[in-house]
């Protein structure tokens, strides 16, 4: 006879990590919480919790010729119970019964989107003076952010009495130029009203990150630099920086510490943080 299955302080820890991520494939949880060589163990664990209705999964929609697609997770009805049971208020996740239609576009921007927001959560471990304060999800802004404008996500670093906050736009090359002019229409006015109400703080620098390459880098920065000349706020350029990032795993230190953050109006890149 079997025995009955009883959640490990390792298989609480998978839940947590999907109450702050919401979705998340095993590598994701491995690079979270363990080495590249426990990856074994992180799809074993999943597969008990998901065995054991703790949690859902599906296929990443992905366009592969060859192989299968990665499975991503999110928590089902037991894992919601547990982490309520545990002190976690729950009220701002996904209904998780029901079947998620999800977009074709939709996982694999979250993905990347978690991605970014991991290698955050990294940082602290090689810049031990940094720390992230607070971190917001873009599923959980769009429950709590009423208007036009809703970050991907958002990012507190503190070091020392110093605030570094960081709303993330993560582009994957699906808007043309006039979607994305408006965007940054919107994005100026944001900064300049309701920001620091929102956030409770008038530290920001919004980040587009793109996935689709170089030519799309130079697109964004080019239509970023038109809307501002035509609203005649070129003084704002600076709220903005630009990066080409690669699909999957970011390394923290060169994606915070080295210069590939391209500023409107300007040919050199900037880090986003001083490695001091």
């Known amino acids: 006879m079997p025995k009955p299955f009883t959640l490990t302080p390792s298989h609480e820890t998978i839940l947590?990590?999907?109450?702050?991520?919401?979705?998340?494939?095993?590598?994701?949880?491995?690079?979270?919480?363990?080495?590249?060589?426990?990856?074994?163990?992180?799809?074993?664990?999943?597969?008990?919790?998901?065995?054991?209705?703790?949690?859902?999964?599906?296929?990443?929609p992905t366009k592969r010729r060859f192989g299968s697609s990665p499975a991503y997770y999110w928590l089902a009805k037991r894992g919601v119970a547990n982490l309520r049971k545990?002190?976690?208020?729950?009220?701002?996740?996904?209904?998780?019964?029901?079947?998620?239609?999800?977009?074709?576009?939709?996982?694999?921007?979250?993905?990347?989107?978690?991605?970014?927001?991991?290698a955050a959560g990294l940082l602290p471990r090689i810049a031990s003076e940094i720390s992230l304060f607070e971190m917001r999800h873009e599923l959980l802004l769009k429950r709590t952010i009423k208007g036009a404008v809703i970050p991907d996500g958002w990012l507190d670093f503190r070091r020392g009495k110093e605030q570094m906050c960081f709303c993330l736009e993560l582009d994957r090359g699906t808007e043309d130029g006039k979607v994305f002019r408006r965007k940054i229409q919107a994005l100026v006015s944001f900064a300049k009203t309701h920001y620091q109400q929102v956030f409770q703080t008038p530290s920001i620098t919004i980040?587009?990150?793109?996935?689709?390459?170089?030519?799309?880098?130079?697109?964004?920065?080019?239509?970023?630099?038109?809307?501002?000349?035509?609203?005649?706020?070129?003084?704002?350029?600076?709220l903005f920086r630009f990066a080409a990032i690669p699909e999957g795993e970011l390394d923290p230190r060169w994606l915070f510490f080295a210069p590939i953050w391209l500023p409107p109006f300007a040919h050199t890149p900037l880090p986003l943080l001083d490695n001091r």
């Open 16 to 60: 947590r990590s999907l109450y702050v991520f919401y979705y998340l494939t095993a590598k994701q949880v491995c690079r979270l919480h363990y080495s590249p060589g426990s990856f074994t163990r992180v799809e074993k664990l999943l597969k008990e919790l998901r065995e054991n209705q703790y949690l859902l999964w599906d296929l990443v």
């Open 86 to 118: 545990s002190g976690c208020d729950v009220s701002l996740l996904p209904y998780p019964s029901d079947k998620i239609e999800l977009k074709s576009l939709f996982i694999p921007h979250t993905l990347s989107v978690n991605d970014f927001l991991i």
């Open 207 to 238: 980040l587009f990150a793109t996935t689709a390459g170089t030519q799309r880098l130079g697109a964004m920065c080019s239509w970023t630099e038109q809307e501002l000349s035509s609203m005649q706020v070129t003084s704002e350029a600076d």
